[in-house]
């Protein structure tokens, strides 16, 4: 038998407003626990939750940013379920009237997958498990979540982590988190069942919890793909339940027999009203968008005309990309700003966060004067090079690094000076480039470059060289 994968994936992103969904407590991660609380967030009886602005906002451009539908009228609702975590028995969220509906992202290889919904709701607290006592830390508790629901329609593992990899990198452009699935504030749920290839229905389906990297989400799905068709092929059937991956085994094993939405008895949460988000505040929040990862990449390659390399090793961090831009605006060059960004920019920024964050000492203004001389090839590749490195140590302008007299054209005279001499000086070399073996002609650049201040340029002092020799036969 052949069976094929349908998959959906629930992923939870932590909204980085500065304050709870319905209190005033600060959403700041870690704390001492249980001190970033009030009776609201920790359920107390008589308190009542005001639902945060931000919050809706925020959703609202995830939603944009994944070409949804925006409902203008919408409510929250109580999801009834009783563990330590949830003080209040309940969880405020969104049931049949989300805030967004019907978006959806693209894959690489054009396939759509499709969003179902994204809707607010409010984290729980977060178990300690020590010296066999469990400890609650309600910090964590009110913090805002969205929930983005896609469509069944991923059909491979691969498939699976391109779609998280791409929503992360979407929603943390829009600035509404920073996605970091190590520090949980994005998290995904993924279902998967097999359905025999040719057939229509669903088989059951499974869903594997709280995934916090990209690759236990390949993994995790390897794993359970693997079970369910062992269970299948043997004859069995599969059971709707939740899963737990064990990324140090990578194993999966259930956790618990799943739960249907009705037994969570979903109802209007009487404490807070339907809300509306007026059409022209939907327009403002669409107009604040910036231009997204995959439009930009396109563009780069496109109308900048960048290798796809570089462009791919730029487009995902939007702050290198704003700083790219900006030198473009004052009259750098696309290939030069590049090469450097990627080249010397790179190299003293070593983590994804480092590229994420971009705290350099050095701004687009005095960036592109730089590369501007270099442009005009003022200066030659090595001494953009190094100057610019120093920029970035010390926060000053290339002017501080670059003299008056390095700025000066070298003459031709002097470099076939340079030349004659590393030829004198390198008769080993002489006798090789003779034979043929052009690499040789490196040895002698050292000297040139010295006597150059690095000025020289290579092409014209090989050829040089080779003429000296030729004459000299
Ligand atoms: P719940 O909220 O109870 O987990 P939903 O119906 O909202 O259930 O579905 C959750 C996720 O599971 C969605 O991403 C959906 O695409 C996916 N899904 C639903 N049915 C299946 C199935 N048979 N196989 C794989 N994924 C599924
Ligand atoms: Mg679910
Ligand atoms: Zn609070």
Same mark, same amino acid.
């Given at each position: 038998?052949?069976?094929?994968?349908?998959?959906?994936?629930?992923?939870?992103?932590?909204?980085?407003?500065?304050?709870?969904?319905?209190?005033?407590?600060?959403?700041?991660?870690?704390?001492?626990?249980?001190?970033?609380?009030?009776?609201?967030?920790?359920?107390?009886?008589?308190?009542?939750?005001?639902?945060?602005?931000?919050?809706?906002?925020?959703?609202?451009?995830?939603?944009?940013?994944?070409?949804?539908?925006?409902?203008?009228?919408?409510?929250?609702?109580?999801?009834?379920?009783?563990?330590?975590?949830?003080?209040?028995?309940?969880?405020?969220?969104?049931?049949?009237?989300?805030?967004?509906?019907?978006?959806?992202?693209?894959?690489?290889?054009?396939?759509?997958?499709?969003?179902?919904?994204?809707?607010?709701?409010?984290?729980?607290?977060?178990?300690?498990?020590?010296?066999?006592?469990?400890?609650?830390?309600?910090?964590?508790?009110?913090?805002?979540?969205? +929930? =983005?629901? *896609?469509?069944?329609?991923?059909?491979?593992?691969?498939?699976? #982590?391109? /779609?998280?990899?791409? !929503?992360? @990198?979407?929603?943390?452009?829009?600035?509404?988190?920073?996605?970091?699935?190590?520090?949980?504030?994005?998290?995904?749920?993924?279902?998967?069942?097999?359905?025999?290839?040719?057939?229509?229905?669903?088989?059951?389906?499974?869903?594997?919890?709280?995934?916090?990297?990209?690759?236990?989400?390949?993994?995790?799905?390897?794993?359970?793909?693997?079970?369910?068709?062992?269970?299948?092929?043997?004859?069995?059937?599969?059971?709707?339940?939740?899963?737990?991956?064990?990324?140090?085994?990578?194993?999966?094993?259930?956790?618990?027999?799943?739960?249907?939405?009705?037994?969570?008895?979903?109802?209007?949460?009487?404490?807070?009203?339907?809300?509306?988000?007026?059409?022209?505040?939907?327009? +403002? =929040?669409? *107009?604040?968008?910036?231009?997204?990862?995959?439009?930009?990449? #396109?563009? /780069?390659?496109?109308? !900048?005309? @960048?290798?796809?390399?570089?462009?791919?090793?730029?487009?995902?961090?939007?702050?290198?990309?704003?700083?790219?831009?900006?030198?473009?605006?004052?009259?750098?060059?696309?290939?030069?700003?590049?090469?450097?960004?990627?080249?010397?920019?790179?190299?003293?920024?070593?983590?994804?966060?480092?590229?994420?964050?971009?705290?350099?000492?050095?701004?687009?203004?005095?960036?592109?004067?730089?590369?501007?001389?270099?442009?005009?090839?003022?200066?030659?590749?090595?001494?953009?090079?190094?100057?610019?490195?120093?920029?970035?140590?010390?926060?000053?302008?290339?002017?501080?690094?670059?003299?008056?007299?390095?700025?000066?054209?070298?003459?031709?005279?002097?470099?076939?000076?340079?030349?004659? +001499?590393?030829?004198?000086?390198?008769?080993?070399?002489?006798?090789?480039?003779?034979?043929?073996?052009?690499?040789?002609?490196?040895?002698?650049?050292?000297?040139?470059?010295?006597?150059?201040?690095?000025?020289?340029?290579?092409?014209?002092?090989?050829?040089?060289?080779?003429?000296?020799?030729?004459?000299?036969?």
């Amino acid at each position: 038998m052949r069976y094929e994968i349908v998959c959906g994936i629930e992923t939870h992103i932590e909204l980085a407003t500065n304050t709870k969904i319905f209190c005033g407590c600060t959403t700041a991660f870690g704390g001492d626990p249980n001190t970033h609380c009030c009776p609201v967030c920790t359920g107390q009886p008589g308190s009542l939750p005001i639902l945060n602005k931000k919050v809706v906002e925020y959703a609202v451009r995830a939603g944009l940013a994944i070409h949804c539908k925006i409902n203008n009228i919408s409510h929250m609702d109580r999801k009834n379920y009783c563990y330590p975590d949830l003080p209040k028995a309940y969880q405020i969220s969104q049931y049949d009237e989300p805030l967004c509906e019907h978006g959806f992202i693209d894959l690489d290889s054009g396939k759509r997958i499709g969003i179902t919904r994204i809707h607010i709701e409010e984290d729980a607290g977060k178990l300690i498990h020590e010296n066999g006592f469990t400890y609650v830390d309600y910090n964590r508790g009110g913090v805002p979540l969205i +929930e =983005i629901v *896609s469509e069944p329609d991923i059909s491979t593992p691969e498939e699976a #982590k391109e /779609y998280a990899e791409k !929503l992360q @990198l979407i929603m943390r452009y829009i600035g509404i988190s920073d996605c970091k699935m190590q520090e949980g504030s994005m998290r995904c749920d993924v279902n998967v069942s097999l359905r025999e290839v040719g057939t229509k229905e669903f088989g059951t389906r499974t869903e594997s919890k709280n995934i916090n990297s990209l690759n236990f989400i390949l993994k995790a799905m390897y794993a359970e793909v693997e079970r369910q068709t062992d269970i299948l092929e043997s004859g069995g059937t599969i059971i709707q339940e939740t899963m737990r991956y064990d990324d140090v085994t990578d194993t999966i094993s259930p956790m618990r027999e799943k739960e249907n939405s009705d037994d969570y008895r979903y109802f209007p949460d009487p404490d807070i009203i339907r809300f509306q988000m007026v059409q022209e505040k939907v327009d +403002e =929040i669409q *107009s604040s968008l910036p231009e997204l990862p995959f439009d930009k990449l #396109k563009r /780069y390659v496109t109308e !900048l005309e @960048l290798p796809e390399l570089t462009a791919k090793q730029m487009y995902k961090y939007r702050r290198v990309t704003e700083f790219f831009e900006a030198s473009l605006a004052q009259g750098a060059s696309v290939k030069n700003a590049s090469n450097l960004i990627t080249g010397i920019i790179y190299a003293n920024l070593n983590t994804e966060e480092d590229k994420e964050l971009f705290e350099i000492k050095t701004d687009a203004k005095q960036f592109a004067e730089l590369v501007k001389m270099y442009d005009e090839k003022k200066i030659n590749v090595k001494m953009a090079q190094t100057t610019l490195q120093q920029m970035l140590e010390n926060g000053k302008s290339a002017a501080e690094f670059i003299k008056a007299e390095d700025l000066e054209d070298i003459s031709t005279d002097d470099l076939v000076t340079w030349c004659q +001499e590393a030829i004198d000086a390198n008769p080993k070399a002489v006798a090789d480039i003779m034979a043929g073996k052009d690499k040789a002609i490196n040895i002698m650049f050292g000297h040139i470059m010295r006597q150059s201040k690095g000025k020289a340029d290579t092409k014209q002092a090989e050829a040089i060289i080779k003429d000296l020799i030729n004459k000299g036969i």
